[in-house]
């Protein structure tokens, strides 16, 4: 008899349900008995708080919503486990969880840090020679895993923010005196999801007229220099710009204003957005109308919008997991491995988890053009083929139809 | 021959080009020679700028792509008439052009600013016995017209925010501890736009734990004694919030803050948005994690989920405009006039501009709960019919295909 447990972690993304089912169905195809789900993580794990996922997916209309409903089904956490010297009892704790559930293979779908806890497992499991078998199925939308050529969760986020970027464009043109449009994108550290407004370019579209990544320093003075010029030429001026740039002495663009919104509980200042900082920086020198736009959460849950290859990599991911751990194989991630380009072929392999677990992969300089104010060809090409192919919301009443998430079961 | 000419004037939304096309297809129908289309509305007029439409829109794709392009094809302006004593010269200029233009019927596509201009025309045309006829097409997001049912473009904005609240709600619930997430929602006066949110709730949904439109005076106290029980039963609270709404001394909420963002070049403070203000007090009492998220522009431009309902109507509006100024009338706007709500069934009418122009309707009372925390059932019927149905956007590469803006024409 063969039980598994699956778990996810980490921020969502609009497909991490789509991996959620690749390990589910995949589980049962392949003769596993219970497919479990944590709740909230290995945190939840450690509060035994796990649920049958079988009760839960009934038929194929629970399925086909389970794909389409964003965030984690599961619930997620930020729990990093402990290290395992001095904090055995913590693993102590889990491997008699899934020895009691008779756990044959433990998924956990994430990014690099939830790999972390991948690892971690492996490790101690080798220690006490535990039968459990350990996979990471790769989930992101910022893109930036080591070892695969990207992670699903960021072609539905590329293409919600290309999409809207595009509309935002439209909508800067309507009238006929200066504006500027700042648009902020997630990506603390790197730039992946801020180089998806390159796409909005094309025939029907002008595109953006800068994008700025954290790969490069930002300088402030010849980014003021730059909007002169660019007001000089347009009626309307859209800056795709990544939360995290930073100016040479290492601060984020964001720290640099005066203009504190509050101070939090712990005494933590809560900063006016980089958008909104720039977009007052160009306000206040040239006099013109700007706009600051904060895409938001909607980058990871805009699951109306979502990339069909995406969804479809995230569940062969899950599938794939499952796959590997039924073939004997443990302390593993699932990567992605791009055979062409054109036509587009992507297959599924293996990575050590040691080798990706807290290892953060960063935008390529050479895809970034010298003066920092936008992305090459090159970067356009790598992400075009993860945002194509659309998947239907089921529209129910003028609005996409989702699946209930869980509600808490506590094992007896 | 009967030509006639077609401007766009005040704030975009996603089906105000539809309206365009209906003008332009009723008027080729019924056998206009020309349809011109003003470059950023009656100023641009006033500069010559003046498009032959039928060189703009060659087939049936054009028309198509027109439909499901966000933003205005002619482009806008915020422009108002002044008043006709004392600045003849202006009218004068403007029936000139009409005069060498041989122009039949002029038509307005825009919301209750815009209307005044076809008031001023109407009443000009009216003294100097004109035989151009001067009708208004309704439109704007706000859905704040008189004497209509509701006006196209709010459809398919309730639409867009209805569909991104339940996403914003799904994501809010991942983690397990507590989060507060404030929606900041358009509409300075009215509170329709933010009263979709109560769309959200269904069978799949929680919905938004309270709604707080600007009809209603805002108390900061009431409110965070709001939000210390909602948390005590709630991980996650989401609430929207009119960027409008005002405390008692008829200060907007947004302006309580201390913190400036910037001072524009005219000595504007810029202040926080009104999420980013309640979510910070939150965050000071409570030592909760918020997030303030803004629906911002694209709430007006978000054609990727148009409302097939609000396209059809739009369309409708442009046509009937058409046939009220053909068959020989003028001065009017065309409304929308709700026959059913079960099933929905819904026709134009024709209203005198005078009555229309510079009129401001707010959501009723009666429709607000009394403590105000929340819309009732009458208001969630009210706006249900109007985001039915979809219209598939035209995907190309990934993304939704627009056409073209106008290029400024000028006449010779």
Redesign the interface.
Known sequence: MKNVIVGQSG??TAVINSSLLGVYKTAKDRGADKVYGMV?GV??LLDREVVDLSTRFKNDLDMD?LKR????FL????YKLPDIDGHEDVYEKIFSLLEELEIYAFFYIGGNDSMDTIMRLTDYGKKINSPVRFIGVPKTIDNDLALTDHTPGYGSAA?YI???T???I??G????YPVV?VIEIMGRNAGWLTAAAA??K????EGVDDIYLPEKVFDIDKFLARMQSLLKENRSVVIAVSEGVKVADGRYVCEL?E????????GHK?L?GTA?FLA??V??K???KT?A??L???Q??????Q?RIDVTEAFNCGGAAVKAAFEGRTGLVITLKRVSDEPYMCITEEADVHKIANVEKKVPKEWITDDGTNVKTELVRYI?PL????I?PL?V?????????HSTSTIK
Request: hydrophobic share 35%.
């Open positions: 921020g969502p909230h945190k939840g919503l409903t964003p965030s984690s619930g997620s956490c930020r293409k290309a999409a809207t595009k509309e935002i439209r909508d043109l309507v009238y006929d449009s796409l909005a094309g025939e029907d579209c204003s203009h504190v919104d509050y101070v939090d509980a712990f809560q006016a909104r007052g920086k306000a206040e040239f006099g013109v706009r736009i904060e938001s959460s909607l990871r849950c805009a699951a109306h919008i990339s075009l945002i194509q192919a659309e239907t529209w009443n003028g609005l996409p139809r989702h699946i209930r998430l």
